[in-house]
């Protein structure tokens, strides 16, 4: 959706094109939504990671269907909430000097309610779980077994990493954030404001993958085993060809 949209405003700069329709509004809806869920992924992972610590005796809030259903009920709210908010407002429009339609950054009120949903709640709610694993860890003290105290630790550490990349993801929008304040003060917009900040946010997006796969164990096992299954098929030839000349040898 990012290459869409910068490819949008490069045919719009070299050939002076408009994308202004219906499915350029629902798109600049939709890039709002996945935003908020990508957040949402990450409050996804830290709860899991809250029931296997202190509600671990809770089998109910273990089940896969959970963590299947979670992320449609999630898009289906954040959906509801932002479509309430934007829509009364006109939040979504088309910019005719950027070629796409998103968020207007100068509508405050547009601007206030889509950053309170996608970025301020997800980051309280991350907030919060890291909290409450924090003190319930140090209030179990020498209670636990070593093997539960690594896996809690472990899964804290997690829980950390994925806060050091939420953290990223929001001193990114610092810049955009900058021009905002500075468009309040002094109530001239900076052209340049829309690029400037989804720059930071495409970049983002960009090495997201590479830092989950370091951030969670799980992923990084998953690659580590599909690179051990591209050696073992020479080692297998090897082998096989080695037999196969000790039974020529032995024949003779």
């Not at 957040?39 to 005796?57: D, E, P």
């Not at 980051?123 to 209670?143: D, E, K, S």
């Not at 720059?199 to 051990?228: D, E, Y």
Request: hydrophobic fraction near 50%.
């Amino acid at each position: 959706m990012l290459i869409s949209m910068n490819v949008r405003s490069i045919l719009g700069d070299l050939y002076d094109q408009s994308f202004d329709s219906s499915w350029c509004i629902f798109s600049g809806y939709l890039a709002s939504v996945m935003l908020g869920m990508l957040y949402m992924t990450f409050v996804n992972q830290a709860f899991y990671r809250l029931i296997r610590i202190v509600y671990s005796q809770n089998r109910r809030f273990q089940s896969l269907k959970l963590y299947i259903m979670l992320p449609v009920i999630e898009i289906i709210i954040l959906t509801c909430i932002l479509l309430c908010v934007l829509i009364p407002l006109n939040g979504v429009t088309y910019l005719p000097n950027d070629h796409f339609c998103c968020p207007t950054f100068t509508n405050i009120p547009t601007i206030l309610s889509t950053a309170f949903v996608a970025y301020v709640c997800p980051f309280c709610c991350l907030i919060f779980i890291y909290m409450r694993i924090t003190r319930f860890i140090h209030q179990q003290g020498n209670i636990q077994t070593l093997v539960i105290k690594q896996r809690q630790a472990r899964d804290l550490l997690i829980i950390r990493r994925i806060l050091i990349i939420v953290s990223f993801l929001l001193i990114l929008g610092i810049p955009g954030m900058t021009l905002i304040l500075m468009f309040v003060i002094t109530g001239e917009e900076n052209p340049l404001l829309v690029r400037i900040t989804y720059f930071p946010i495409s970049v983002s997006q960009a090495g997201l993958s590479i830092a989950l796969l370091f951030s969670i164990p799980q992923l990084k096992n998953i690659v580590l085993n599909l690179r051990k299954t591209t050696t073992v098929t020479p080692a297998n030839q090897v082998v096989q060809g080695t037999i196969q000349m000790n039974t020529i040898a032995g024949t003779q």
